[in-house]
C-alpha cells in the first residue's frame, strides 16, 4: 500500500486503509507504538493494559489487619449533600 504524509493542524499522519488495520488487528483509536528500525518505521498495537488485574487478586493483597477509616474531605464547596 502506498499513502502520503499529510498535514493535520500542527501534526502529520498517514491514512490507513481500513482492510490494513483490520488485517493487523487494529481500528480506529486504538493506541500503537511507533518505533524506527534503520529506515523504517515499525507500527505495533500499544500492549494492553485491560485485563492485567483481577478483582479478586487485587482484594488478595489487602492486609488482613486492614482497617478502612472515614476520611474528612472538608466543607462541601458546591451543591454536594454528605
Sequence with gaps: MQTKIQKWG????????????????????????ISLEGSALIIVPARRIRGKYSLENLVARIPEDYQPEEVDWGKPSGREEW
Design 10 to 33: 500542527n501534526s502529520q499522519g498517514l491514512r490507513l486503509k481500513k482492510e490494513l488495520l483490520e488485517s493487523a488487528g487494529l481500528k480506529t483509536g486504538d493506541e500503537v507504538e
